[in-house]
């Protein structure tokens, strides 16, 4: 009995849906185990906020200049090789993670993390339109949420296993500097488990390599870059949307990156395991997305909720008083009945304000844009380099009066731009 279209569609996107949700996890894995190797990098190598913001930093500003050339590797191989080489890159850089261990160098270490995200932008560039398109528009939000859940588990989980396999012996419980010794001891640590992230990249390269992937109709190579570059670029709803995951990206990952940072100089016991906490929250976040969107939210009004809630906590993590909290089994507790929540704690919710406004981006950003999507998405890729800056910014506002503490007011404008990009900045079609 033959069989109509839409279940035999159905059935075959279910196997390559399920592989790309392994790789979604990976992107978060590799992601978020930054949130626990920044301050571990911090106290082993004695760092300052600024220089330790820099571990982030070169992971994230590998977006700038390797987006656009992804794009156009897609277009040559197919966004199912793109993702198989993304994959080879990234366990490359897992190689590079070794000497710098083993060498205690910095430059190496930032090396590494450059290396691992030019790859991770390769892998995000053939990824995410594969999601986009593999189903309806008007769901895409729901299925970039339902990966988000899994990129954001990965969240949850890297923080975890990063102290469980390296920083379990040698966390201390203040910002202090350490013997040459417990340097040595916290660098070896390093060695073996990123040695086995590199095995295990490598092996899901070549599985996705054979992987029973159907390639997505390939784009016209006949237009070069610069005609394609200012096709987008006529489209102000796409460079918008560029400029709303930049400043996103910023605050997603000062919220998920320094909040170990700012744990530390706390003395908050386990800071390597608070980007959990946040990722936690991004989890709760996506599901939400997925219950709410579209039956009762629409994606324009789940991103301008998602937009004030980010304005209100950051308002509440600037004026809340650490002094009046004691540390009690690695989380701080109010003393008096304090009004205000828990500044660690709103650090952490911000995961909640920051989950929607991914998979509500996109497919705002994407729509309409037809035989332009591998550059559109090269673009919207590129907003990941927001995350280089963020923590630069508040690394810069946290060496001046305002401390660790105020200098997430930086997190403020961006907040201000995503509500813009919800109310109007979507719907324009034309530069006026």
């Known amino acids: 009995m033959e069989m109509t279209a839409e279940p035999v569609?159905?059935?075959?996107?279910?196997?390559?849906?399920?592989?790309?949700?392994?790789?979604?996890?990976?992107?978060?894995?590799?992601?978020?185990?930054?949130?626990?190797?920044?301050?571990?990098?911090?106290?082993?190598?004695?760092?300052?906020?600024?220089?330790?913001?820099?571990?982030?930093?070169?992971?994230?500003?590998?977006?700038?200049?390797?987006?656009?050339?992804?794009?156009?590797?897609i277009r040559k191989v197919g966004y199912k090789n793109g993702m198989a080489l993304g994959m080879a890159t990234m366990m490359l850089a897992g190689l590079l993670y070794i000497p710098a261990a083993e060498t205690q160098t910095f430059a190496l270490f930032l090396l590494a993390q450059l290396v691992i995200g030019a790859g991770q932008t390769l892998l995000q560039t053939a990824v995410n339109p594969y999601v986009v398109k593999i189903g309806p528009e008007k769901t895409a939000a729901v299925r970039i949420s339902v990966m988000g859940i899994l990129n954001k588990t990965a969240g949850v989980a890297a923080p975890v296993v990063f102290t469980a396999l390296?920083?379990?012996?040698?966390?201390?419980?203040?910002?202090?500097?350490?013997?040459?010794?417990?340097?040595?001891?916290?660098?070896?640590?390093?060695?073996?488990?990123?040695?086995?992230?590199?095995?295990?990249?490598?092996?899901?390269?070549?599985?996705?390599?054979?992987?029973?992937?159907?390639?997505?109709?390939?784009?016209?190579?006949?237009?070069?870059?610069?005609?394609?570059?200012?096709?987008?670029?006529?489209?102000?709803?796409?460079?918008?949307?560029?400029?709303?995951?930049?400043?996103?990206?910023?605050?997603?990952v000062i919220a998920g990156d320094t909040i170990g940072l700012f744990a530390l100089s706390l003395g908050v016991e386990r800071y390597t395991v608070m980007t959990s906490y946040t990722m936690g929250c991004m989890v709760l976040g996506y599901i939400l997305g997925i219950v709410l969107i579209p039956r009762v939210l629409s994606q324009q009004a789940a991103l301008a909720t998602s937009a004030i809630l980010g304005v209100l906590l950051v308002g509440l993590i600037v004026l809340s008083d650490t002094s009046s909290y004691i540390i009690a089994n690695n989380v701080l507790l109010p003393l008096g009945g304090a009004a205000l929540p828990d500044t660690l704690l709103c650090i952490a919710v911000l995961g909640l304000a920051n989950a929607i406004v991914w998979p509500a981006v996109w497919p705002l950003a994407l729509s309409g844009l037809g035989e332009l999507t591998s550059t559109g998405s090269a673009l919207l890729i590129m907003g990941i380099a927001g995350g280089a800056f963020g923590p630069?910014?508040?690394?810069?506002?946290?060496?001046?009066?305002?401390?660790?503490?105020?200098?997430?007011?930086?997190?403020?404008?961006?907040?201000?731009?995503?509500?813009f990009y919800a109310l109007k900045g979507h719907k324009m079609t034309r530069w006026q």
């Open 392 to 419: 630069v910014f508040w690394g810069l506002a946290s060496g001046t009066g305002l401390g660790q503490q105020g200098a997430y007011i930086v997190m403020l404008p961006c907040y201000a731009f995503i509500l």
């Open 9 to 73: 569609k159905a059935r075959s996107s279910l196997v390559p849906m399920a592989i790309v949700a392994i790789l979604f996890f990976v992107l978060g894995f590799a992601t978020w185990l930054n949130g626990s190797l920044m301050p571990y990098l911090k106290q082993m190598l004695n760092l300052t906020p600024l220089q330790a913001s820099f571990v982030v930093f070169s992971f994230y500003i590998a977006v700038t200049f390797t987006a656009l050339p992804s794009a156009w590797l």
């Open 166 to 252: 390296i920083a379990n012996s040698f966390i201390s419980t203040s910002d202090t500097v350490l013997t040459s010794i417990q340097i040595d001891e916290m660098a070896a640590s390093l060695v073996l488990p990123y040695l086995g992230l590199a095995i295990f990249l490598g092996v899901l390269a070549l599985a996705v390599k054979f992987a029973p992937l159907p390639e997505l109709e390939k784009e016209s190579n006949n237009t070069n870059s610069v005609q394609l570059i200012k096709a987008v670029l006529a489209k102000p709803s796409l460079v918008l949307g560029v400029l709303a995951l930049f400043v996103y990206v910023a605050v997603e």
